[in-house]
């Protein structure tokens, strides 16, 4: 039996694919022999291992849309993308294998058939199963407030396209895990953990406008056409299906696309800070259910539909839909420089969150981490053009070069990955210097447009 040592939603990665197999992974197109496996140690890391192809479709899309005419990704758009989804990774570094764990000890002591790992019927299981559990946990996401604050995340773009596909909430999985559990009574974990990961892998390519329709795989798949509709805000609650729409279709949650979408959250966030994206509907939930009167009404507060009010209908029911007209997306311009800036800064932090000791005491690791959401926060400042960014990215460089000194004292600078570290101290160090002589020279930093004010 697997030991919990391999209970991890991310299993350490194994030989990298073939560009031909990395690209069938993603699309869901593998045999069960090739994707069956005894223990969770052999189940590779089909997430991890997808990214650099889920990069490629991001490039051959925005290629696309040029040579289509349509509007292609903006900047600030796909950093606050990128930094949604490390906020989530640095989230699972500290819950990392708490999923898993549950589904091996009720696979231990609680289930009902012992289906042999090595059978077709067992991964077919799997695939069928893991699929219906998406399903209703995506729906319930969408149709529970407390739910929907950790969902919201992934709709929170309104720019629709393949990174779309990393705005992953970092405390949904908390709660959407809970509807695979009772796959556990008879599916052996590796194979759930096989089909949970292909599962999520063939979302990414369906955020795109680039492709039609695919004719009658659109009867049975869910396709690009039917996740567009799930994102458009003038068709709430439809299309929840992973793989297949098969479920939509028998449940009535299915429609199908016909006129202009519009993609986003019906209140916007107007911000590109990836921390603010995925918090800021847990206090709006705060804020409402400290003001409304009476238990009842709290708790409908927290388990009613979003946007919910007392004496109205669910925004989740026709009644309660307003219309929806295309507005103007919030936008920030700033210069080449700027962006170049963010960019270094944005990969910096990329980089250390994928450099992380696994034996970093815990004090450390939070500490860590802390820093990099820190920098996260400070880019989308810059990209937001806030009055507040000069000081906030200024006190963020001597802070990382105040921890190098004290670390350099302790002995403990240079233990691991003594490149990034220079890099990241220079960068640091040069930041710093560029910060203090131009709030020195001036109170105002410009960018295109407008001008960053070191004085609210």
Not at 157 to 173: C, E, G, M, P, V
Not at 324 to 330: D, E, F, G, I
């Amino acid at each position: 039996m697997e030991g919990l040592k391999g209970a991890q939603m991310h299993p350490s990665s194994s030989t990298a694919p073939s560009f031909a197999t990395g690209f069938r992974q993603i699309f869901y197109l593998v045999s069960p022999t090739e994707t069956t496996f005894e223990t969770l140690e052999e189940v590779p890391n089909y997430v991890k291992q997808a990214m650099p192809f889920v990069v490629f479709l991001f490039l051959v899309e925005t290629l696309v849309a040029w040579i289509q005419n349509r509007t292609t990704p903006r900047f600030s758009n796909v950093v606050a993308s990128g930094g949604v989804a490390l906020v989530t990774q640095i989230v699972r570094l500290l819950t990392v294998g708490v999923e898993m764990t549950a589904y091996i000890w009720l696979y231990r002591h609680l289930r009902l058939v012992d289906m042999s790992w090595d059978s077709p019927l067992t991964w077919w299981t799997a695939f069928f199963g893991v699929e219906y559990g998406y399903y209703w946990s995506h729906r319930l996401h969408h149709e529970v407030n407390i739910l929907w604050a950790a969902h919201q995340v992934h709709h929170s773009s309104d720019d629709y396209n393949i990174l779309s596909s990393l705005r992953t909430s970092a405390f949904q999985r908390c709660t959407a895990f809970l509807f695979y559990l009772p796959l556990a009574l008879m599916v052996p974990p590796a194979a759930f953990l096989v089909h949970y990961q292909l599962n999520l892998l063939y979302q990414a390519w369906l955020h795109t406008e680039v492709v039609g329709s695919l004719g009658p795989l659109e009867y049975i798949l869910n396709t690009p056409t039917h996740h567009r509709v799930h994102h458009g805000r003038n068709h709430m609650g439809k299309n929840f299906g992973g793989t297949l729409i098969i479920w939509d279709r028998m449940f009535g949650t299915f429609h199908q696309e016909s006129g202009p979408l519009v993609y986003g959250l019906r209140t916007a966030v107007h911000t590109w800070d990836p921390v603010w994206i995925q918090f800021h509907h847990f206090v709006c939930i705060w804020q409402t259910f400290w003001n409304t009167p009476g238990l009842w009404n709290k708790l409908r507060v927290l388990f009613a539909g979003p946007g919910r009010a007392v004496g109205k209908h669910q925004l989740g029911s026709i009644q309660g839909i307003p219309k929806v007209h295309p507005t103007s997306k919030y936008d920030s311009k700033v210069s080449m420089g700027w962006a170049c800036y963010v960019l270094v800064h944005f990969l910096l932090a990329l980089l250390t969150s994928r450099t992380i000791p696994k034996d970093l005491g815990v004090l450390a690791t939070v500490g860590k981490l802390a820093t990099i959401m820190w920098t996260l926060s400070c880019m989308a400042a810059i990209l937001d053009c806030r009055p507040t960014a000069p000081f906030m990215e200024l006190s963020r460089c001597v802070s990382v070069l105040g921890t190098g000194f004290l670390l350099w004292l302790s002995g403990a600078l240079m233990t691991s990955q003594p490149l990034l570290t220079v890099m990241t101290l220079a960068c640091h160090a040069g930041s710093a210097v560029f910060w203090s002589v131009n709030l020195m020279k001036s109170p105002n930093v410009t960018l295109r447009g407008k001008t960053l004010k070191s004085t609210s």
